[in-house]
Every structure is written in C-alpha cells, then in structure tokens.
C-alpha cells in the first residue's frame, strides 16, 4: 500500500479511539534531519487506502511530534502521497478548479447583460 521509501512507518500495539487526543512524540533521527517538514497518513486498513492526517510536522532535535485520536498504523513522509484521501493538494486544486468556475459564470454573466 505504501510505495514511498521515505516513509517511516509507525505502528501501535493498540488499535482502536482514546479517551482524549493524545501527543505522540516520534525519534526520527537517522531517517529525517532536523528542519525537515514531514506529512502524517493513516493507513485505513478496512477501506485500503490511505488518509492524509496533518503537515508541516518539523523535525526537531532529531524529534517529531503529532496528535492522534486513536492508535493504528500510520507513517511520516517527507512527500506528498498523491492518491491519499483528504490530501492537502488535492484539495488546493479543487478549489482553484472552483473559483475558475466561479470566474467563467460571471463573465458569461456579464457578456450576455452587455448584449441586451
């Protein structure tokens, strides 16, 4: 499922919610430097894919630190996952998409009030 070799997998022994949000706090060093921005995914096993959870995650001190909600499998990247589901690109893009739209329909608007 996961096709980047950057990516540093994590896995907890618990899977399920937590009682509250929890700060996970992560020893990369070795695998990202410090100053590097990583993203974090959820592997959603039940649906087989993957889930974009949260960015600009900065390595400090060779540390990495993140909330979580519940314990399951996820990983650290370095680089967008292009086929995560919420992906932060992903939606960027839609939203350009739409406010193109948005754009066209006014000026067709205003094309054809000009016209009468």
């Known amino acids: 499922m996961i096709k ?46 993957i889930e974009y959870i949260d960015r600009n995650l900065i390595v400090r001190n060779g540390l990495v630190d ?4 519940h314990c399951s499998n996820y990983f650290l990247t370095a680089s967008i996952v292009q086929d995560a589901v919420n992906n932060p690109k992903n939606i960027n893009l839609i939203i350009v998409v739409m406010v193109i739209v948005i754009i066209v329909l006014i000026a067709a608007t205003l094309f054809q009030n000009k016209k009468k």
């Not at 009682?19 to 100053?35: L, Q």
């Not at 993140?66 to 909600?69: G, H, P, T, W």
Request: hydrophobic fraction near 30%; aromatic fraction near 14%; glycine fraction near 6%.
């Open 66 to 69: 993140f909330e979580i909600d």
């Open 4 to 49: 980047n070799k950057d990516a540093l997998l994590i896995n907890f022994d618990y899977h399920g919610l937590l009682p509250t949000k929890a700060n996970v706090e992560i020893n990369v060093d070795g695998k990202y430097k410090d100053g590097d921005s990583l993203y974090l995914y959820y592997i959603n096993e039940e649906k087989s894919q």
